[in-house]
């Protein structure tokens, strides 16, 4: 049966293109991965099939829900059939509380209240809420915040989910447990689901299809069981291809093997593909580990001692952290949702200030901070201003190009900066209107433009795609090899991995562990990469495929 249908269907703002041509067609039960670069139309694809939040633009061509028009249906048949879960939990709450924000659309739309107590019984027991239904909503982790949201759509039984980048903001213990509850519900309720997500390694196994959007259109439009998982033409494709599949590609091409046997797509299948490939090839052949960054041991520009900080009495965030941020060094902090890192970052920056213990700068030390939501930076209409850029025309420009023709009074170190992040065809766009991966370049552009010793960056690397991610590591490095140093809280344990000189481990308000990457995530069983766990018993020093794709 035919859930959903794309027929020629277009969608621009303005003069800008979005959707192009769009023909696809989801069946019932059938759950749908759309992937694509930054700003390549997938959430203003899924955002045109709840009428609620359609944004506002032309389009043409139909949409059609069961057979019926989109834009024709019920609005109550609409509001509870079709559940829409947003990136950002805490953009979905309506109220203050868990059982008031579950109960809430059945409020709305009329439901006798024994009813609802009855639903919301039902769905506390079958998630395991009920110890957290009259706690505020505000005092909840990421991974509740975003299980309580997907509680609030499923109370009304929906037939229809759709999730943009839902664990974008999740550590990795809290994404993977909020992915097999989706598989539960796919599994046990037949329940169609349309997913958008750059993380993909942990949705292969249990997705139908896939669909690729570049430049507007759907590039490629597969079944699972038919992507030639061996090998991709297409190198922006392949880079969402899942990890298990590519280290196979890696090692096959380096042993030479034979095409006949299977591509692992899941972590269980890497593991015995690597036994498999074990018993034939000798691993011990290969000296490849982990690319290091070697230690700076540069002078300490922060240092921070015996920090204590809560937000009340009984509510201790941070307990006795002491730690020192050097000159040119990379610094990755981790932990769980809820463990004190972004409240880390603002002691750091002194945007708070601790209950107890010190922090020390450097005489005159420049620190700058980019918040994890890039959008609480922006106060004007146009990219330009927001980065002090005074422009000739109101154009698209090309930074290799013209771009500095256009520009009145230039800066010349705001240009490079703005040619480094490749913003020159957003500067006369509104930030709101750019992709959460091109907000966080202008976020980043307009901190490095205070020149700052230290740089601050909170999940510098959520929901931004991997041909971004790449060349965001690159761009900071670069800016770290001419003295910057780097302080990002991140839960992309392949993001601090590949590019951190230290990695700190926040535990229940505490420092647990301060070393090297290598040292961190080699010593790990859970927390650490897809592709050590894959490759623990044959290569123990590789963490990443940065790792193998550069010395094999």
């Known amino acids: 049966m035919e859930m959903i249908k794309f027929e020629n269907y277009n969608f621009s703002y303005e003069n800008r293109k979005i959707l192009e041509n769009i023909n696809l067609t989801i069946n ?19 955002a045109n099939l709840k009428n609620e939040i359609k944004p506002n633009g032309n389009e043409t061509g139909n949409i059609y829900y069961k057979g019926e028009n989109l834009r024709d249906l019920d609005s109550v048949k609409s509001a509870a059939e079709i559940g829409f879960l947003f990136q950002n939990p805490d953009n979905q709450f309506v109220t203050d509380t868990v059982i008031q924000e579950i109960s809430f659309a059945l409020e709305n739309i009329g439901v006798p209240t024994e009813e ?89 196994p249990f997705i139908d299809k896939v669909a690729y959007i570049e430049d507007s259109k759907i590039k490629y439009l597969e079944n699972v069981d038919s992507i030639n998982f061996k090998s991709s033409s297409d190198d922006l494709f392949e880079m969402y291809l899942p990890s298990p599949a590519r280290v196979h590609n890696i090692i096959k091409e380096k042993f030479n093997l034979s095409d006949t046997l299977k591509t692992p797509i899941s972590l269980k299948e890497g593991i015995n593909d690597m036994y498999s490939i074990s018993k034939e090839y000798d691993f011990n052949g290969l000296d490849i580990k982990h690319i290091s960054n070697p230690a700076t041991g540069g002078e300490d520009l922060i240092k921070c001692k015996n920090l204590w900080f809560g937000y009340e009495r009984d509510n201790i965030i941070l307990k006795n952290i002491s730690l020192n941020i050097k000159a040119n060094e990379f610094v990755s902090l981790l932990g769980s949702n809820g463990s004190g890192k972004s409240t880390f970052l603002k002691l750091a920056t002194n945007m708070i200030k601790p209950i107890k213990g010190s922090i020390k700068y450097k005489d005159g030390l420049q620190v700058a901070y980019v918040h994890q939501n890039p959008m609480i930076h922006f106060t004007t209409d146009k990219v330009a201003k927001e980065l002090g850029i005074t422009l000739k025309e109101e154009r698209d420009i090309e930074p290799d190009e013209d771009f500095q023709d256009n520009i009145k009074d230039a800066d010349d170190f705001v240009v490079d900066l703005v040619k480094l992040f490749n913003l020159g065809k957003l500067l006369n766009h509104h930030p709101y209107d750019n992709s959460v991966g091109e907000q966080q370049r202008i976020a980043i552009v307009q901190a490095l433009i205070t020149r700052p010793d230290v740089l601050f960056l909170d999940e510098p690397s959520k929901g931004i795609d991997p041909k971004y991610k790449a060349i965001l590591a690159d761009r900071l490095k670069q800016l770290q090899s001419k003295g910057l140093s780097i302080f990002i809280v991140t839960h992309d344990i392949d993001f601090a991995a590949d590019n951190s000189d230290r990695c700190i481990l926040l535990f229940d308000g505490s420092l647990q562990v301060d ?18 766990r894959m490759l623990a018993n044959h290569l123990p020093n590789v963490l990443t495929l940065k790792d193998l794709k550069e010395q094999v």
Do not use: W
């Open 28 to 46: 019932k039960g059938e759950i749908l991965l759309i992937c694509g670069l930054s700003g390549s139309g997938k959430t203003t694809l899924l």
């Open 116 to 204: 609802i107590r009855t639903r919301v019984s039902e769905m506390a027991t079958f998630f395991g809420l009920e110890k957290m239904l009259h706690k505020n909503v505000d005092e909840l982790s990421g991974g509740q915040k975003q299980l309580v949201n997907l509680c609030s759509l499923l109370i009304l039984k929906p037939e229809v989910l759709i999730l943009d980048e839902p664990t974008s903001q999740l550590d990795p213990i809290a994404s993977y447990d909020f992915l097999s509850i989706l598989r539960r519900l796919n599994e046990e309720f037949n329940m169609t689901i349309l997913i958008t997500e750059h993380k993909v390694d942990d949705l292969y």
């Open 515 to 532: 070393d090297t990457a290598e040292n961190v995530f080699t010593q790990n069983n859970f927390y650490t990469t897809l592709v050590h």
